[in-house]
């Protein structure tokens, strides 16, 4: 359907013009608004939407759910998103989960009432029982290493690439190595666990729960990592951390305390957000924003289809 | 209309039983599918919604401008939006404009075309005579200081804020006093000029214009920023920075640069970020997230009213 854009380009006028024209707005000039009749004419352009819709069984609304919207990696995804949208007339419906169940449901349900014509998982929390059975509905492309059939991934080798990094501390001294992460469940978080038991088992490490610190995902939880480091007895000499808002925050919190980095404390970040090239932080670069625009071309092309993105170390100073 | 959620709780018993029976899964009891299909009827459950916005013209479904999704400004705002949205059974559009009119002119389309119920646009791009066009189609409501009847405004006095927080610095010794803000244009933008300007002749400062720097909306602008001062033959001895993102990332280069703060040069932060706190940043609370929840009441109550949000200063160890 021509949107407001496509009927400006059609009747060589200006938007605001058309929308002058749409809502019968006295000043424009008898020239142009014939312009603009005959383009919507000519593309036969609705007033009512829903009917539109109801017709064409099209909504040209995709749905986005994200866990927390107001988080720098899935804003980040967002984005990617968003700008793919945008150029194939695509409005986006944000639902935030909290990683509860019924929410991401409700998402599901509106595939199911044509409500949107695709869904975006972006992390998961649906069992994929329930995800499959969906699927019919419309495309659900997932933000996971996922080989289900009902569905389109674009994803990160979380397990190789945690898996590098870990042997990047160890090759730099470290064997009292530990990792902090969003929530300890979901894809993602189990395959880099599962790369973690099996790097401290082929190092003869030895596995130690209190060496694992989950809900980190805000700058601000840096703090409450390195309080808990400081309530150890045998605290880990270098940390994973999943989020670079995180790894910043223990390195702010780190230079407040006098605790050297990477002297006392070694930091990989991920993600590579700009706050970690600021404050040097070695991190594993993770192409976010590429992601969301493939994300969005999964579902809009909705044949199924698997995307791997790369990622590198980058190496700076708090390794 | 009912949701799935609303059903399950009718049916007494989960959203996943309630999903199966929709999707007419096998493995339910008998005995819970009766309750579930008892409850689609009592709540006269639709499987187009579609079909049934169009009988009821409600979408359930609330339109959010925002320029860019990834800023933490915007992402707080919208989180603030997105929890009551949940609560309410909305779903929210987001539309991300990059401050271009004609794609916050299709979300007001969107309005006209009873795609989305109500609009909240937190930073407008599009002349009030526009806005005001399409007010008649649905509730628009805006986050700016905006006596238009038309609309309903949550805001803050950022003449005030920003006159506050000027003379704070002027009493804490600094003649020579800038600012760093997103966009120069723009009614928020435009008050805390004229704040800035009214502040400069009333303490007989001289109005600079070098002294006013733009495009500062990321940390990593905060570098643009500092090599922008190393430049001037007579830099500021004190910047107002309108968000603290950009502020953290002026501390950070300063900190590389051995740059004294607040020796060499002050810095007064906004929103009062976790990362402000962290970095012991001064700086003007502003309550965000209120502001967006305050806002998505208005937009879906509906009865025009303007809610002035109160900011106060917080002082750290920047100034």
Redesign the interface.
């Known amino acids: 359907m021509a949107?407001?854009?496509d009927l400006?380009r059609m009747a060589g006028v200006s938007?605001?013009t058309v929308?002058?024209v749409?809502?019968n707005?006295p000043y424009v000039s008898e020239e142009k608004r014939t312009a603009v009749l005959q383009a919507i004419e000519k593309s036969s352009y609705?007033?009512?939407?829903?009917?539109v819709?109801?017709s064409r069984g099209k909504?040209m609304?995709m749905g986005?759910v994200v866990p927390?919207?107001?988080?720098?990696y899935f804003?980040?995804m967002?984005?990617g998103i968003?700008?793919l949208a945008?150029d194939h007339n695509y409005?986006?419906?944000?639902?935030?989960t909290d990683y509860r169940?019924?929410?991401e449901?409700?998402a599901?349900?509106?595939l199911?009432?044509?409500?949107i014509d695709s869904l975006i998982i972006c992390s998961r929390t649906?069992s994929m029982d329930?995800v499959r059975?969906?699927a019919g509905y419309g495309h659900i492309v997932l933000c996971e290493n996922n080989n289900d059939e009902a569905v389109s991934v674009t994803y990160v080798n979380h397990y190789r690439a945690f898996y590098r990094a870990l042997t990047y501390l160890y090759q730099n001294g470290h064997v009292k190595i530990g990792y902090c992460i969003g929530r300890k469940t979901g894809v993602n978080s189990l395959q880099r666990q599962a790369a973690y038991r099996d790097f401290v088992s082929k190092y003869n490490l030895g596995f130690n729960e209190d060496y694992i610190i989950g809900d980190c995902l805000?700058?601000?939880d840096?703090?409450k990592v390195v309080n808990k480091l400081r309530e150890m007895a045998s605290p880990p000499t270098a940390l994973l951390v999943t989020s670079d808002q995180v790894a910043?925050?223990i390195v702010?919190?780190c230079q407040k305390l006098d605790i050297a980095i990477p002297g006392e404390l070694a930091i990989i970040g991920f993600d590579n957000q700009?706050?970690a090239?600021?404050?040097d932080i070695t991190t594993v670069k993770i192409p976010i924003e590429e992601m969301g625009s493939n994300l969005f071309l999964q579902a809009f092309n909705g044949d199924k289809s698997r995307k791997e993105m790369q990622v590198r170390l980058i190496e700076r100073g708090t390794v």
């Open positions: 949107n407001i854009r400006a938007v605001s929308s002058r749409l809502n707005h609705h007033k009512n939407i829903n009917a819709n109801l909504t609304l986005v927390y919207s107001d988080h720098p804003s980040l967002i984005k968003a700008k945008l409005k986006l419906v944000l639902i935030q169940e019924d929410r449901l409700e599901l349900e509106m199911r009432e044509k409500q649906c329930i059975e969906y805000y700058f601000e840096g703090e910043a925050g702010t919190c700009p706050i090239k600021m404050m």
